[in-house]
């Protein structure tokens, strides 16, 4: 089993940046895949961008293109969402989230293994 445990979150003014890290520990192979989604109240929950822990390969939705970058860094097991120039729209709880094969286009149902989250409020 592998478990997730997202840090980083917090309260930023419009145009600010955070950076947000999901620490992965237990059975890497059940994490091929880590994405980071997102969920604003009232809304489903959508994906933000993906990662492979083996070749490195990147995926970002078009809301976030250009702005927000996943990056990984294997030795500590840990996966990283920098995220700039930040929206009002881009308010929710971020997720982390580890998968073996998900389809494409990226849908949460793929993701069997979740962190608890952790809120980004970007004020206008």
């Known amino acids: 089993q592998v478990q997730l445990v997202e840090s980083g979150g917090g309260s930023v003014q419009a145009g600010g940046s955070l950076r947000l890290s999901c620490a992965a520990s237990?059975?890497?192979?059940?994490?091929?895949?880590i994405a980071w989604f997102r969920q604003a109240p009232g809304q489903e929950r959508e994906w933000v961008a993906a990662?492979?822990?083996?070749?490195?390969?990147?995926y970002s939705a078009d809301s976030v293109k250009g702005r927000f970058t996943i990056s990984r860094d294997n030795a500590k097991m840990t996966v990283y969402l920098q995220m700039n120039s930040l929206k009002p729209e881009d308010t929710a709880m971020y997720y982390c989230?580890?998968?073996?094969?998900?389809?494409?286009?990226?849908?949460?149902?793929?993701?069997?293994?979740w962190g608890q989250g952790t809120q980004v409020i970007v004020a206008s």
């Open positions: 989230a580890a998968g073996l094969f998900p389809g494409r286009p990226f849908s949460a149902r793929d993701f069997n293994i």
């Open positions: 237990g059975d890497i192979y059940m994490s091929n895949c």
């Open positions: 990662i492979y822990r083996k070749s490195g390969s990147t």
